[in-house]
């Protein structure tokens, strides 16, 4: 459907356009357009933007369907989170009760919970019930204007169950109105049911899973934990030098709690390096001097209640940073990517600028999507609608202030 759509009038839009993708930004190099903007969808994509009135006289001559808004509203890009396992399966509300009363991770991992209790649960989901789950947070996120969102396996954690959650992500992302752009994390941990090594295990991942997943194009992208008690930086090295040889892009769990994940991101050419909460003023200048992206993740911060990612510092250095949710029912339960970003740019002191571009621009490029992120001429026409007056009211209220209206490749949702 080639059909025009105007939309509007709106008192501000950001269209993120001409933004430098590394670096501190300035709220001034936002050039938003204000007054009475209308925005013209030419179908999936975005024709243009640009005076109200005059948009709505060339709507009438090519005959394009009007949506005029009555009141005051901001148009963004809709949002992009770059980092989500929203493929998973059962609560782990005890874990975070016992954590919050002081139990170690070795006393809950014995206790039964930890990581290796989502990889049993989603074990015993079917695929049927973890489309279902996956499908149910995608509306969520959608309607709290995410458009597009980066998907994980990585609790299968054998050749047959990682395919099992890449089989869900791949089907929902067919019949759902939100992009899913799925990851294999099948090196999410060493799985304790595998009679073998580390090594081994990877080994076993990169013959028999990576060309079924090329096979049935499951996943374009390959990330893996590097971390004590996941995988070693020289652990990792191999497993994921076979995968850039195969053509897939790299993704890192890097420096969560311990360092040797950038530099080995940075390395091996990593699109992004994820969480960095560790990272210090020597992994900080490494990334800032790469081409890869820095993704902060404050969801996590919150949920564990450690340190935030060093997002100032990332950015005065250089570095592309990206501000992505980690949605998991593990350390970061809540999933509110807005939310999330807001309070990280209030305690990193970031500019709405580098906040906004962070979830939008900067998080397409985490991805290597060109063609969102903005809302630039012939970029899709995702769109998330906010009801103020000043984009500057989005951040101030700190994820609290939810668009009152999302368009989805050109459709309202
Ligand atoms: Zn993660």
Not at 88 to 101: K, W
Request: with cysteine; proline share 3%; aromatic share 6%.
């Amino acid at each position: 459907m080639n059909t025009y759509k105007l939309i509007g009038p709106f008192k501000q839009v950001l269209p993120m356009t001409g933004l430098p993708l590394n670096g501190a930004l300035k709220d001034e190099q936002l050039n938003f357009l204000e007054g009475k903007v209308g925005i013209l969808l030419q179908g999936e994509t975005i024709a243009k933007t640009g005076d109200f009135d005059t948009l709505l006289n060339e709507a009438k001559i090519i005959g394009a369907e009007v949506v005029e808004l009555d009141g005051d509203f901001v148009a963004l890009p809709g949002f992009i989170d770059s980092h989500t396992h929203i493929c998973s399966s059962g609560s782990r509300a005890r874990d975070y009760a016992f954590r919050n009363s002081g139990k170690t991770y070795l006393e809950m991992a014995e206790l039964g919970g930890g990581i290796w209790y989502t990889v049993t649960q989603t074990r015993n989901a079917s695929q049927k019930e973890l489309e279902a789950g996956i499908a149910e947070r995608s509306s969520r996120h959608l309607y709290e204007g995410v458009t597009t969102i980066e998907t994980k396996s990585g609790y299968g954690l054998t050749v047959d169950e990682e395919l099992k959650m890449l089989r869900a992500i791949q089907a929902v992302n067919k019949k759902h109105a939100v992009d899913l752009v799925a990851t294999c994390l099948a090196a999410h941990m060493h799985p304790k049911d595998f009679k073998g090594s580390k090594t081994e295990y990877l080994e076993l991942i990169s013959s028999k899973l990576f060309p079924i997943l090329k096979q049935e194009n499951l996943a374009n992208r390959i990330d893996i934990f590097v971390e004590s008690g996941a995988f070693s930086p020289q652990e990792a090295k191999p497993y994921l030098e076979k995968a850039k040889a195969m053509g897939f892009s790299i993704t890192i769990h890097a420096d969560q709690f311990s360092t040797g994940g950038s530099q080995l991101a940075v390395e091996v050419g990593a699109v992004s390096a994820d969480h960095l909460e560790a990272s210090t003023d020597k992994e900080v200048e490494i990334l800032a001097k790469s081409n890869t992206i820095a993704t902060a993740l404050p969801g996590a911060t919150l949920g564990l209640g450690c340190a935030y990612t060093p997002a100032r510092k990332l950015l005065n250095a250089g570095a592309c940073l990206a501000i992505a949710s980690d949605w998991n029912p593990g350390s970061a339960p809540m999933g509110d990517l807005l939310m999330q970003a807001a309070v990280l740019g209030a305690v990193e002191k970031l500019s709405n600028a580098e906040v906004l571009a962070g979830i939008t621009v900067r998080a397409a490029a985490a991805l290597e999507l060109t063609d969102r992120g903005t809302l630039a001429e012939g970029a899709l026409a995702d769109l998330a609608i906010f009801p103020c007056n000043n984009y500057q009211e989005i951040l101030y209220q700190q994820g609290k202030l939810k668009p009152a209206m999302v368009y989805k490749r050109g459709q309202k949702v």
